[in-house]
């Protein structure tokens, strides 16, 4: 009998703070089951969906948009901090809970016009996820779909910063 995703998400009580409970997705990762069941189950989420490329932020969105792309013979597009990719870039900023970060993206990795799915590990504030569809939207593509495989309900980001996009988690967690 197969396991279900989120039996794999492990729960680690005051990380990295006391009354914070911690939702480990690396549980998924290090079991091929898992990996295999997390990718099966976003791909399944496209079924229909017309797209061209899969958008991803580093560092763990990498490791669930990549073989995503690769599984449904799609574009991969990182997203990354400032100053890791070579080529002419197009840059957001996004507040943390003490202080702002940025992110970037080729300036020439989309096309005017393309059709974005963008997937990442986690979705909490939606602080990142949203300045990932702003550097996908000023080079004119358009975002499709958000995929996450783990979301924190308790934020809100659905009705607040992520309001207006499709958006699908495959587990989700009432809560912070």
């Not at 061209?52 to 901090?81: C, H, T, W």
């Not at 900023?93 to 702002?100: P, R």
């Not at 499709?166 to 587990?171: A, D, F, K, T, V």
Request: hydrophobic share 45%; with cysteine; charged share 25%.
């Amino acid at each position: 009998m197969m396991k279900s995703l989120d039996s794999y998400v492990i729960a680690i009580p005051d990380y990295p703070k006391p009354g914070i409970l911690f939702r480990d997705v690396t549980g998924i990762l290090d079991s091929a089951d898992g990996l295999r069941l997390a990718i099966d189950q976003l791909a399944d989420r496209l079924q229909g969906v017309q797209f061209d490329a899969i958008v991803s932020m580093e560092s763990r969105g990498f490791i669930f948009g990549m073989p995503l792309a690769y599984k449904l013979n799609k574009a991969f597009v990182p997203v990354r901090k400032p100053g890791k990719l070579p080529r002419e870039t197009v840059s957001a900023s996004y507040e943390l809970e003490y202080g702002t970060d940025t992110l970037e993206m080729h300036k020439d990795a989309l096309k005017p016009g393309a059709r974005v799915v963008i997937v990442d590990d986690l979705l909490a504030t939606g602080g990142t996820a949203g300045a990932c569809a702003r550097l996908v939207e000023c080079v004119g593509a358009k975002v499709v779909k958000m995929l996450f495989v783990i979301e924190l309900e308790g934020f809100a980001a659905r009705s607040g910063k992520l309001a207006g996009y499709e958006i699908e988690s495959l587990i989700a967690y009432p809560g912070k």
